[in-house]
């Protein structure tokens, strides 16, 4: 049976993955580097437990007789090693370890099993909200994705978690952020530090599933202009730019088009497009378009009630 066929064998092949990594094990495990939040304590504790289910259901997981012996073997040595040992930079290069390694690759190479899954971490650093997606070790261009005046974070709004998955198979790093309507995070669309997107993108080129020299972003809306903001601002950071739908100017707040929608070094940037009816800091959008009809301001249909 393929491993994406069965749950619990794309966990356990999963877990021997990261096991047979030295590579993520320096990166994780000893220099404790992010994205993931990760120990060996914690693998030995997920392994052991989906290990478990492996052994009960490996019949109904379609495992062969062949495949089933490896990963006897493979559980035998491993769970020998980690009862006498749990300090990775003390072992990680051990003549022990690298048998330990071996094996998972030998159990990882059985089943034709290479990770694909997209995966994806929370991400709350320091004033950062958003969730970034990657498919495997290795650094990838990176892709700043900023969604409109919905707000919130790509992915979990009207940019659906399809299209970002779509990025990440696409040989992306993607980093989902939010930049209003969160806990930490303004309420609404006005007054936005532009600062806080070069913290992000700081942020994003330092991971290590990030080429740091091809960062791009991708905006829609509101959010394409902002990239068109910030790519012409700042353009030694960014390398590629797609603005989905955004204005040709900048444009007032949301849902209050008379106070500013962004900042930079505390000041508010203008000229922007404010509202059409009056200059009032408190008037909404909504009303703004309906008091602008109806003073003739903008065209609207003939048939329009």
């Known amino acids: ?5 069965n749950s619990t064998l794309e966990s356990f092949l999963e877990e021997v993955t990261g096991i047979s990594d030295k590579e993520y094990q320096r990166r994780v495990w000893i220099r404790g580097e992010g994205p993931e939040c990760d120990d060996f304590d914690e693998a030995v504790c997920r392994y052991s437990n989906v290990a478990d289910c492996v052994f009960e259901e490996y019949k109904e997981c379609g495992i062969s007789d062949y495949q089933f012996e490896l990963i006897k073997k493979f559980h035998e040595n491993f769970k020998k090693f980690w009862q006498d040992n749990d300090l990775p930079q003390l072992f990680i290069d051990t003549p022990e370890w690298t048998k330990i390694t071996l094996m998972a690759k030998d159990v990882l190479q059985a089943f034709g099993y290479q990770r694909n899954r997209v995966q994806k971490y929370s991400i709350h650093y320091q004033n950062l909200v958003g969730t970034l997606y990657t498919c495997s070790d290795g650094k990838k261009p990176g892709i700043m994705l900023l969604s409109g005046s919905d707000g919130g974070v790509p992915g979990k709004n009207a940019i659906p978690e399809s299209f970002v998955e779509y990025l990440v198979k696409s040989g992306f790093t993607v980093l989902a952020l939010a930049y209003f309507g969160m806990d930490r995070l ?10 806080y997107f070069i913290s992000a993108i700081e942020w994003f080129k330092r991971q290590a599933y990030v080429d740091p020299f091809r960062i791009g972003i991708i905006g829609q809306s509101r959010g394409g202009e902002l990239a068109l903001l910030l790519a012409s601002s700042f353009p030694e950071l960014i390398q590629a730019v797609v603005a989905c739908s955004p204005c040709n100017m900048i444009c007032g707040g949301f849902p209050h088009p008379n106070r500013p929608a962004w900042t930079c070094h505390h000041k508010p940037l203008t000229p922007y497009l404010s509202g059409l009816s009056n200059a009032d800091d408190d008037l909404a959008e909504a009303d703004d378009i309906r ?5 003739n301001k903008i065209p609207r249909h003939a048939n329009t009630a």
């Open 1 to 5: 049976m393929y491993p994406n066929e």
């Open 291 to 295: 008091m602008a009809i109806e003073s």
């Open 186 to 195: 303004p309420n609404a669309l006005e007054n936005i530090p532009l600062e």
